[in-house]
Each structure stands twice: as structure tokens, then as C-alpha cells.
């Protein structure tokens, strides 16, 4: 809830910062395959961000 009253009026950057932790993350979580990737990043990292804005917007 922090970042969403920090970024409130910058959702462009919200995400875009958020994208940043999700790559960080895939890259720390790397599976031996290098081409293999982590399933539900985006859901933890970024997804929430727009479904809260689309909320957000309707009321």
C-alpha cells in the first residue's frame, strides 16, 4: 500500500519500477536453464499494480 500512495499520480513509473524488481528477481531465481523462467513473477510483481489502477478507476 506504500507504493501504490507513493506512486499514486505515476502509475507509468509504478510499474516500470516494479518490471525492474520483477527482472532482479527472475535473474536471482534463475533456474539452471537460462532459458527457462519463473512462473507468477509478473502476478507478484506487477499485475496487482494495474488491476488496483483499473479498480481504482471505476469508483
Not at 5 to 32: F, I, K, M, N
Amino acid at each position: 500500500m506504500r507504493l501504490l500512495a507513493e506512486y499514486r499520480t505515476r502509475r507509468v513509473e509504478l510499474v516500470a519500477y516494479l518490471t525492474t524488481l520483477r527482472e532482479e528477481a527472475a535473474g536471482q531465481l534463475a533456474a539452471p536453464d537460462p532459458g527457462e523462467r519463473r512462473s507468477g513473477l509478473a502476478a507478484r510483481f506487477t499485475d496487482w499494480a494495474a488491476v488496483h489502477s483499473s479498480r481504482t478507476q471505476d469508483h
